[in-house]
């Protein structure tokens, strides 16, 4: 799961057909289909049939599709897992994921597709590496709003130590981790600033609320063109030294350096698979 491009996860409502359809055609690396938030409780059925019969319409392309579903605990939770359990999709998304309990009880519902974890509630932060170590997890997306609110804070910074958290757990775990949402999105300058800043912090991307927020995001987590050229001369000048150390723009480049580059290269390569 983690061999592709994760920059870009915009949200969906599975019970818009107009909205599934123009998601055919976004640059996108991951579609976010929800059957959650984004639906009303009367439309809960419906979008279920709608988004099913879109998927199955395909067109989607090299889009990772994972669908949103209620929680188990609600009165549509277990209703979603059956419909997803046959629906064409790459994953599912399980929110206000608190331990690894909320994922064996979604496990055995839908025994086959790839979960990945909504991280949103303070339960679930101190829990994230336990989450991220079950057998079937595969992503964490953080709900910043969700988590915000529980907490009582105000400001991303309060967010902070969550975060970190679950990069670390998701990381040790070797599965998916992307950043929550910027709801300004009308705001570009503040949202290229806090996708530089989830860049730095190791997120894989960002989830979106908008269209307009994706080609901010894409080159915020993309490799530049001076990344990718700074890699392919560290990796040219590594492999030319006899002695295993080598130097570029006068800085130590050792095999760590290469395993980074090496990454940074297959990252390269497989957006332009993806945007081909």
């Known amino acids: ?13 599975g019970s818009k057909e107009r909205a599934l359809d123009k ?4 640059p996108v690396d991951v579609i976010l289909f929800d059957l959650e938030d984004a639906v009303a409780p009367h439309a809960k059925a419906g979008a279920r049939q709608t988004l099913a019969g879109c998927l199955a319409q395909g067109g989607y392309g090299p889009r990772l599709r994972v669908v949103r579903m209620n ?3 609600t009165p549509w939770g277990v209703d979603d897992a059956k419909a997803i359990s046959v629906m064409d999709c790459d994953a599912v998304l399980l929110p206000k994921v608190n331990g690894a309990a909320d994922v064996d009880a979604l496990a055995a519902l839908i025994p ?6 909504m991280i949103e509630t303070p339960q679930g932060v101190l829990n994230a590496a336990e989450i991220a170590a079950h057998p079937r997890m595969a ?9 915000a609110k529980d907490i009582n804070s105000r400001t991303r910074a309060a967010l902070m130590t969550a975060l970190q958290m679950s990069v670390l757990a998701a990381k040790a775990a070797g599965i998916v981790v992307l950043d929550g949402v910027f709801n300004a999105f009308k705001d ?3 949202l290229a600033i806090e996708c530089a800043e ?3 912090m190791g997120f894989d991307g960002k989830t979106l609320i908008h269209p307009a927020q994706v080609a901010i995001c894409n080159a915020a987590f993309g490799p530049s063109e001076a990344e990718i050229d700074l890699a392919a001369r560290q990796i040219a000048a590594f492999e030319a030294t006899t002695d295993g150390v080598a130097v570029v723009d006068g800085k130590i480049v050792e095999n760590l350096h290469i395993v980074t580059a090496k990454a940074t290269i297959a990252k390269a390569a497989a957006i332009a698979a993806l945007e081909a």
């Open 1 to 13: 799961m983690t061999d592709r491009p994760y920059r870009s996860a915009l949200y969906i409502p």
């Open 23 to 26: 998601a055919r055609g976004l």
């Open 71 to 73: 929680g188990l605990e």
């Open 112 to 117: 086959d597709k790839p979960i990945w974890a």
């Open 139 to 147: 992503g964490f997306v953080l709900g910043t709003n969700d988590l």
């Open 188 to 190: 570009d300058a503040g």
């Open 198 to 200: 989830g860049r730095d």
